[in-house]
């Protein structure tokens, strides 16, 4: 375990693509929601590797900013409250919204 502090996720918003497409550009191959994250499931991250079962596309896309809530950062250029940022996953065909925030 490191020195760092822990950090929060919370799952805010899970998308269908029906959600965010009227005509989907491209045909996926599973339909429905994101099969990883429910809504207000929350994962605490203690180290810098990804959580067993946490999606690894997410993962990618969040780590440079979970790392940086992590080791005492803000994006205080965004947002007012201090330790916290909002992340997406990068799948566009049905997004999944997140809350980061140092514990």
Request: net charge neutral.
């Amino acid at each position: 375990m490191s020195d760092s502090p822990r950090v929060k996720i919370t799952v805010l918003k899970v998308t269908k693509p029906e959600e965010v497409w009227d005509k989907m550009p491209l045909t996926i191959k599973s339909s429905g929601p994101c099969p990883y994250f429910k809504v207000g499931q929350e994962i605490i991250i203690d180290d810098d590797l990804r959580p067993d079962g946490f999606c690894h596309w997410a993962w990618k896309v969040m780590w440079p900013v979970i790392m940086t809530i992590r080791r005492g950062g803000d994006f205080s250029d965004i947002y007012e409250e201090s330790g916290k940022a909002l992340a997406c996953c990068i799948d566009a065909a049905r997004p999944v919204s997140f809350l980061i925030e140092r514990i």
